[in-house]
């Protein structure tokens, strides 16, 4: 039996990779811009942070964590998402000493245990930035700008946003007993999981996409209609910061999100392109999510993309990678006697700064022109035992097959200066 990745992985070929190292050479440009320093967190964590952070009623707690003891009889769980631990190491480490607020983002594995599908997988990837320390509406726009800012650099369009507010702990107890009042006549028409949330969390079966919870919750009372006035404000202030950005954005009643740590703005980057995974970017405030670690009350906000589900759409509308993977010189040596030359000037061309290539089949002339083309090769030098006695090498430029003679002792700088021309029209 052939060894298979595991079900809901991915391998990131050569040829595909290219464009997965954009995705995130953009969104470190864009981050910086911002203000935003990166920050790298294990990609495991005590299960305890996981429990009190995320909540435990939503699917990634009771039903998709990978978690895991070892000799000292701790629990362990790969992380299934980022936040908790972006908190966590902003309080280990007191960071909530530094200028506030402390602006920081990531780029890291996340892992779910889930019925792959497409845009959704086991292991997938995550960018993310957090803002932690102030309760300022213009950051909960800055999120979202930034987000949709990092899609459009990449060249996608064709997307919605969605937003809502879901209140705080002085409002949302009144909206969930309104939510309870709506649902409790219908309670046995919702799916098993649903009336389980329905004491616990009744947002969550807003949530819920099983068709008889989604036409339950048609009709449930708005939370935006029980904001208390902070709350309002704060919205509104949202609100009118996307409209001087001149942000398209659409009022979703039934947004909550999927993790109990969310206050007062939610918002979601929805693709038209995808398919049923449709959220390429999503985020809101945690307000409560540091003091509920064991710091602080203190304000917070962020947001997440699922680099996989970008890179899909990214494929499907045809966007490559800027960077070009053809080599600058593919070196051809005829003969044994001039193999160790043409090492050596294969290595002093990759020291003074190009991509280069060789042969190492010991294949005939042709062949190594053959795969020079294949690698989309811009010059091939060619050295056999003639051009060897008479110290020179022959240069062919494989856009117009022009091939000139060039001493050995100039072959490096003839060859440095001409890669870097721009190509000819």
């Given amino acids: 039996m052939k060894i298979k990745a595991p079900r809901g992985t991915i391998d990131f070929l050569p040829g595909r990779i290219e464009l997965w190292q954009y995705i995130q050479e953009v969104s470190r440009e864009v981050f910086s811009?911002?203000?935003?320093?990166?920050?790298?967190?294990?990609?495991?964590?005590?299960?305890?942070?996981?429990?009190?952070?995320?909540?435990?009623?939503t699917d990634v707690v009771?039903?998709?964590?990978?978690?895991?003891?070892?000799?000292?009889?701790?629990?362990?769980t790969l992380r299934p998402e980022g936040t908790a631990s972006v908190v966590r190491s902003y309080l280990e480490h007191g960071l909530g000493a530094a200028p506030q607020p402390v602006k920081l983002f990531y780029i890291g594995p996340i892992f779910r245990h889930e019925r792959p599908q497409k845009g959704r997988y086991r292991q997938f990837h995550q960018l993310g930035a957090e803002a932690i320390g102030s309760q300022d509406p213009a950051l909960d726009a800055e999120m979202i700008v930034m987000s949709m800012e990092i899609l459009q650099k990449l060249g996608l369009g064709n997307f919605l946003v969605n937003i809502n507010s879901i209140g705080c702990p002085v409002c949302r107890p009144t909206y969930r007993q309104a939510l309870r009042d709506h649902i409790?006549?219908?309670?046995?028409?919702?799916?098993?999981?649903?009336?389980?949330?329905?004491?616990?969390?009744?947002?969550?079966?807003?949530?819920?996409?099983?068709?008889?919870?989604?036409?339950?919750?048609?009709?449930?009372?708005?939370?935006?209609?029980?904001?208390?006035p902070?709350?309002?404000?704060?919205?509104?202030?949202?609100c009118e910061y996307l409209d001087a950005f001149k942000i398209t954005y659409r009022q979703n009643d039934l947004l909550v999100r999927g993790l109990d740590y969310y206050t007062k703005t939610v918002y979601e980057v929805e693709s038209l392109d995808l398919g049923a995974q449709s959220a390429l970017s999503g985020g809101g405030r945690y307000d409560g999510l540091v003091a509920e670690l064991g710091g602080p009350a203190t304000p917070a906000v962020g947001f997440a993309s699922g680099m996989e589900r970008i890179l899909l759409v990214l494929e499907e509308?045809?966007?490559?990678?800027?960077?070009?993977?053809?080599?600058?010189?593919?070196?051809?040596?005829?003969?044994?006697?001039?193999?160790?030359?043409?090492?050596?000037?294969?290595?002093?061309?990759?020291?003074?700064?190009?991509?280069?290539?060789?042969?190492?089949?010991?294949?005939s002339m042709k062949s190594q022109m053959k795969q020079a083309?294949?690698?989309?090769?811009?010059?091939?030098?060619?050295?056999?035992?003639?051009?060897?006695?008479?110290?020179?090498?022959?240069?062919?430029?494989?856009?117009?097959?022009?091939?000139?003679e060039v001493p050995l002792s100039q072959v490096v700088d003839r060859l440095s200066q001409n890669a870097q021309q721009p190509a000819k029209a």
């Fill in 184 to 228: 409790s006549p219908s309670l046995a028409k919702v799916c098993p999981t649903c009336q389980e949330r329905f004491e616990k969390n009744p947002l969550r079966i807003l949530d819920c996409k099983i068709a008889a919870c989604k036409e339950v919750a048609d009709g449930a009372p708005k939370s935006i209609d029980y904001l208390c």
């Fill in 230 to 238: 902070e709350c309002q404000t704060h919205y509104a202030q949202v």
């Fill in 317 to 363: 509308q045809g966007i490559k990678s800027p960077h070009s993977t053809a080599v600058d010189v593919f070196v051809i040596s005829l003969g044994d006697a001039v193999r160790t030359q043409a090492l050596v000037i294969t290595q002093q061309l990759r020291q003074a700064g190009l991509k280069v290539e060789t042969d190492y089949l010991g294949r």
């Fill in 373 to 404: 083309d294949r690698l989309g090769a811009k010059y091939v030098l060619i050295l056999g035992e003639d051009e060897l006695a008479k110290g020179v090498v022959q240069v062919r430029d494989m856009q117009d097959s022009a091939q000139t």
């Fill in 33 to 57: 811009r911002y203000g935003y320093a990166e920050i790298n967190t294990p990609i495991f964590e005590y299960t305890e942070l996981f429990l009190r952070g995320i909540g435990d009623t």
């Fill in 62 to 76: 009771s039903k998709q964590m990978y978690t895991f003891t070892v000799k000292d009889d701790k629990s362990y």
